[in-house]
């Protein structure tokens, strides 16, 4: 592992411990050269996912981004991030196993959908209004009223 401060390949393994769920590993690190300590996080994967977008182009599938947009619509609400990290560890393991690589980006998007809905309804609803393109106060008034007839969704997050 290359030390991010001063580019040295040579670092040494301090400490390991599994996280929560099993699901990965983080080591301590520390480079000899610099003297530096840094944590690195190492993950199975089953299979190599990549994004089918909506224009038709297929990138690599980016699970910090999928963090990064489940933290968004999150943001403010209480809910700690061992937990973001578990569903988005959860919504990555359903594509590994569903034998699929290409991974159209509303699939992506529904299983988000579906996790927030059952985290916590306001972020379920801030994820709505971008993921289904809200451009009026109406838009939010629909769905909300959809929301309330569904059964499993908190009101208190």
């Known amino acids: 592992m290359r030390c991010p401060f001063c580019s040295s390949t040579d670092t040494a393994v301090k400490d390991t411990r599994p996280n929560e769920d099993g699901s990965s590993i983080r080591r301590r690190r520390q480079c000899p050269e610099c003297l530096s300590r840094f ?8 299979r190599e996912l990549l994004v089918k977008k909506k224009d038709g182009q297929i990138v ?3 699970r910090e981004k999928l963090v990064r ?3 968004l619509a999150l943001h403010k609400r209480p809910i ?5 990290e578990r569903v988005a560890t959860g919504i990555i393991r359903q594509f590994e196993t569903s034998g699929e ?3 159209p980006t509303s699939s ?8 927030l809905r059952e985290l916590d309804s306001v972020a379920y609803v801030r994820f709505a209004s971008i993921y289904k393109n809200f451009h009026e106060a109406q838009d939010f008034e629909k769905f ?14």
Do not use: C, H, Q, W
Request: hydrophobic share 35%.
């Open 69 to 71: 947009s489940i933290r």
């Open 80 to 84: 700690d991030d061992e937990r973001i």
């Open 108 to 115: 992506i998007g529904e299983l988000v959908m579906t996790a």
């Open 39 to 46: 944590t690195t996080t190492e993950r199975v994967y089953l």
């Open 144 to 157: 909300i009223e959809k929301l309330e007839v569904l059964p499993n969704v908190s009101s208190e997050g």
């Open 60 to 62: 690599d599938f980016d």
């Open 101 to 103: 690589t290409e991974i």
